[in-house]
């Protein structure tokens, strides 16, 4: 299996920033990017303060809050968020073109064994990898909404994916706390 240490969160919407969230709480370096600087610095503070109401609350410790927190980093391009990651999470609204764009941008500047994943609802992972020479190393993650506090997610293996990929996504939704549920694209 492919040992994940760094995520990339591309979009810092509300569903990236709870990626995010979980992943540095599940020890992972996390790095959230997006285009615009004023979502960056939402998520930045809107981070900190989840992390802190969750060390208030007792869910986490105060020293893993902010070793969480510490493992954050952002990033205002796709290269610079990706190019070291082992996983990235494409969390963006779901709009094909945009999707399609971003997959075939992460193809051509990610590791030849990063695995790319995306968080859509509305299209076809297996379309979505169709655009890359890497489909075996693609496959679906849904987090539920909203994504702080659902623990719900599901894996979603499209058609060419291979079972070394839905295990490392299992591994990484165990860690973020997550009760998985793996599912063949045909079933979705």
């Known amino acids: 299996m492919a040992e994940i240490r760094t995520i990339a969160v591309i979009g810092a919407g509300a569903v990236g920033r709870g990626i995010a969230f979980a992943a540095a709480l599940g ?15 939402t998520a930045a503070a809107e981070l900190r303060e989840y992390l802190a109401r969750a060390a208030d609350l007792g869910t986490v410790s105060k020293p ?28 963006v609204p779901d709009e094909l073109e ?67 990929t839905i295990a490392a996504c299992t591994e990484v939704g165990r860690r973020m706390g997550k009760q998985i549920t793996v599912i063949a694209e045909s079933e979705a």
Do not use: W
């Open 98 to 164: 945009s999707k399609i764009e971003i997959f075939t941008l992460l193809d051509k500047i990610c590791k030849p064994q990063t695995i790319l994943v995306s968080n859509t609802t509305a299209f076809s992972v297996s379309e979505i990898a169709s655009v890359t020479y890497r489909a075996a190393k693609i496959a679906g993650m849904r987090f539920a909404d909203p994504v702080f506090s659902n623990k719900n997610l599901e894996i979603v293996r499209a058609r060419l994916t291979d079972d070394e």
């Open 64 to 91: 893993e809050a902010l070793a969480a927190f510490n493992r954050l980093e952002y990033a205002s391009t796709v290269e610079h968020a990706a190019r070291e990651a082992d996983l990235v999470i494409e969390a």
């Open 27 to 41: 020890g992972y370096r996390t790095i959230l990017e997006d285009i615009l600087p004023s979502s960056l610095r």
